[in-house]
C-alpha cells in the first residue's frame, strides 16, 4: 500500500490544500492556539470528550468578545455621540435645501465633518468592530473545517486513522484500488500537483474529507482488527466534532438537526438587530436612515442565515453565542450604560456651548 501512495498521485482539492491567505492566516493561526488551549480545558471536564468541539468554540466565542469589549463600549460611545448631533447634521442639510449638485454636496460634507471635529466624535469608530469581526468569521470558518490542524486531541485520532490504513495489510488491493480510485480521486480537480499520499499529514488531508458512506465502504472492505480499531477511532472523532448530533466541521444544510444552526442565527439576528433600532429610533430623525434601519433588521438575519448554512455549522455556534452575548451586552447598555453617556454628553455640550 505504501509503495503505491509514494508513486504520488493528484488527490487534493483547493478545499483541502487551500490556505486562509494574508489577512485572515495570522489571525487563524492566533486563534488556533486559544482554540486547542480551550479545548483542553474543556476535556478536563469530560470523561468522554463528547461535545467538546462545540463547548471549545463556545469559550473562544467569550474570549474573542471578552477582547472586543472595549471596542464595543467605544462603538456604543461613538453611537450615542452621533445620534445626538442628528438634529444639528438636519440643520446642515435644511440649509441647503433639496440641492444634489457637487458643490452643495461638499459644502454639507464638511460643515458636517466640522461638526464632528467640534464634539470631537469620530463617526467611523462604531464600524471598527464589525470590520473586526469579518476577518475572525472566516479564520474561524478555516480553523473548524480543518480542526486536526489546529486540534492536538484531533489531529491525534486522524494519526491513529492514517496509520492504521497505511500500514494494514491490502493483499485484495482494496486501498490502491477502490478506495483510490473511487472515493479519493473524485475528490480531486484536474491540474493539481501530485502529493505523497505515504506521508500522514497527506493522508490526514484525505480522510478528513470523507463521508460516512465513503467510511462504510472501507470499514466493509477491511479485515476485521482493522475495522474494529477504525470504528473506535472514528466512534472518538464523531463524539467531539459533532455537538446534539450537529457535525459541526460541515455545513448543517437545510435538514434536522442542521437546520437548528441557521434558524436559531437568524433569530438571535433580528433580537440583536431590533434592539439596536431600538436604541436609536428616537434620534434617527432622518427618513433614509429610518428606512435603511427597517431593511437592515429584515436584511441582517437573512444574511446571517445564508452564511450559516454555507460555512461549517461550528461557525454558527459562534455566531449564535456572540450574537446572544450582544443581545444581552445591548440591553443592558440600553438600560444603564447609555443615560449614563447621554448624561456626560449633556455636561458636555453645555461646556461647548460655554466656550
Known sequence: MINFLTNGTSLLNNMIQGEPGIIVGPITTFLGYILNAVFEFAWLFSTT???????????LTIITRVLLFPLAMKQQKSMVA?????????????????????????????????????????PLAGCLPALIQMPIFFALNFMIRQAFRFINRIDDIYTQ?????LNMQDDGGFLSGI??????????????????????????????VMTPEEWDVVLYNVSDNVRYTLENLLAQKTSIDHFFGINLIEMPGL?????????????????????????????????????????????????????????AAGVGIYW???????????????????????AQFDEKDKIISVK
Do not use: C, W
Not at 501530485?194 to 500522514?200: G, Q, T
Not at 428616537?282 to 437573512?302: C, G
Not at 443592558?332 to 447621554?342: A, F, S
Open 82 to 122: 452621533t445620534q445626538r448631533l442628528m438634529p444639528e447634521i438636519a440643520k446642515i442639510k435644511a440649509k441647503y435645501g433639496n440641492s444634489k449638485d457637487k458643490a452643495t454636496q461638499q459644502k454639507i460634507a464638511m460643515e458636517t465633518q466640522a461638526l464632528y471635529v467640534k464634539h470631537k466624535i469620530n
Open 161 to 165: 486513522i492514517s496509520y492504521t490504513l
Open 49 to 59: 470528550g463528547a461535545h467538546t468541539l462545540g463547548i471549545a468554540i463556545i469559550l
Open 255 to 311: 435538514s434536522f438537526p442542521g437546520i437548528i444552526i441557521p434558524i436559531l442565527a437568524v433569530v438571535t439576528t433580528f433580537a440583536s438587530s431590533y434592539l439596536m433600532m431600538k436604541a436609536t429610533a428616537k434620534t434617527a430623525t432622518d427618513p433614509n436612515q429610518q428606512l435603511m434601519q427597517r431593511v437592515m433588521i429584515y436584511m441582517m438575519p437573512i444574511m446571517m442565515g445564508y452564511f450559516t448554512v454555507t460555512f
Open 320 to 342: 449564535i453565542t456572540i450574537t446572544i452575548i450582544q443581545v444581552a451586552q445591548q440591553y443592558l447598555v440600553n438600560k444603564y450604560y447609555k443615560p449614563k453617556l447621554e
Open 179 to 208: 478506495f483510490l480510485r473511487e472515493i479519493a480521486a473524485p475528490k480531486v480537480p484536474e491540474g493539481m500537483q501530485p502529493f505523497d499520499l505515504s506521508v500522514v499529514e497527506n493522508f490526514q488531508k484525505i480522510i478528513h
